[in-house]
């Protein structure tokens, strides 16, 4: 009997519509532009026995093992430009659309807040950071989700776990509390149904990432459900029996494939809304984008017939004496610079108040 036909589609939405679902995404998830595994395909270009920065790698864990700080930090880049050129593949589209309120992410990537940025969708956006003090953020709801890279970010190489020695390092800092927001471990807790995708489960420190989440010690039955390509069948007995985890199926494709659709009759799909929060949204993601004439266009379209619209009008016509100055050659490049950064601070003060 194929797995995926044990799955109670209607208790999965209905835990997703009443905000007590969390989705945690694996290496699994990721593919490359023609299909490939990500996370198999960075290793083959990494090419660890002939990489002058890599001493080793441990395959069985997926850490390296570095004689130099440098080497460590060029490795970085090269992981952050692979992670960064990976498309949203559609089962990517797809899971976006469904509203979680919380979405942990093990891979370092930004591939999920892209596409939440390309479809103009709001979210907050949190990871790792070692021995750093809590971070509060806003109560995460369907409309305004948490992404939580749960073992750092590309956007920062201090927060990769890449040896283990960052593992070590994790887990200290984790067991301390001094890491992980005190309020994101609390709606953990309270979570009725947690869905794994493509998730490493045979990898030790995943499991003992479970028990510091305390999933061991909730009593709601095989109210966790798994999918994975081809998981092995002595793991997936350990996890049912330590963790209450039901894997339901062994393709993703399809799995996502069917919970979308699922989604889609019970009408429990994000919809484009165009709130003062996603045009924000735009208009800040334009300006982190280097884009500041199009982030002064959004606003001034947003701005009409509101208390901001002489705002608009004035900080627009600034935008353009500044402009006009920098075409002339009346401003070095450090001045163009320093101007424009002033005036994208002068326009996210506006959003703030707004």
């Known amino acids: 009997m194929n797995k995926t036909e044990a799955i109670n589609w209607d208790f999965i939405l209905e835990k997703i519509r009443e905000e007590s679902a969390v989705l945690i995404l694996g290496p699994e998830i990721l593919t490359t532009s023609d299909g490939q595994p990500a996370h198999r395909e960075l290793i083959r270009l990494l090419d660890p026995p002939n990489n ?5 790698y441990y395959e069985r864990d997926g850490f390296f093992l570095f004689d130099e700080g440098q080497k460590r930090t060029l490795l970085c880049h090269d992981i952050k430009r692979f992670y960064n050129s990976l498309p949203a593949n559609k089962m990517l589209e797809q899971l976006l659309d469904i509203p979680f309120h919380i979405i942990l ?3 370092p990537d930004r591939v999920l807040q892209k596409a939440f940025d390309k479809k103009g969708y709001s979210y907050e956006e949190l990871f790792y950071k070692r021995d750093r003090p809590n971070t509060e953020y806003k109560q995460p709801t369907a409309n305004r989700p948490l992404i939580y890279n749960i073992f750092g970010s590309v956007e920062s190489e201090e927060s990769m776990i890449l040896t283990h020695d960052d593992l070590f390092e994790y887990f200290k800092s984790i067991f301390a509390g001094k890491s992980m927001p005190n309020a994101l471990k ?3 807790l309270e979570a009725k149904n947690f869905i794994f995708l493509g998730l490493e489960f045979d990898h030790w420190y995943m499991q003992l990432l479970l028990r510091e989440f305390e999933i061991h010690k909730q009593q709601y039955s095989f109210t966790r459900y798994a ?8 793991m997936e007995v350990f996890c049912t029996e330590q963790f209450k985890i039901n894997f339901i199926s062994d393709n993703l494709s399809q799995f996502v494939g069917k919970l979308h659709q699922e989604a889609v009759k019970a009408d429990l799909i994000r919809k484009e809304e165009e709130s003062f929060d996603s045009e924000i949204q735009k208009i800040k993601i334009s300006i982190r984008d ?9 606003f001034q379209e947003m701005a ?7 705002d608009a009008t004035i900080i627009a016509g600034r935008y353009r004496k ?9 401003l070095t490049e450090d001045d163009r610079m320093a101007k424009e950064a002033e005036l994208s601070e002068d326009l996210l003060a506006m959003l703030k108040q707004m």
Not at 227 to 234: I, M, R
Not at 322 to 330: E, P, Y
């Open 304 to 310: 009409e017939q509101t208390a901001f619209e002489d």
């Open 227 to 234: 999918a994975n390509q081809g998981s092995n069948p002595e």
């Open 186 to 188: 609390l709606k953990l």
């Open 52 to 56: 002058e920065k890599i001493l080793r």
């Open 290 to 298: 280097g884009d500041l004439e199009e982030a002064l266009d959004l």
């Open 322 to 330: 500044f402009q006009l100055r920098a075409r002339r050659g009346a």
């Open 105 to 107: 992410n093990v891979n």
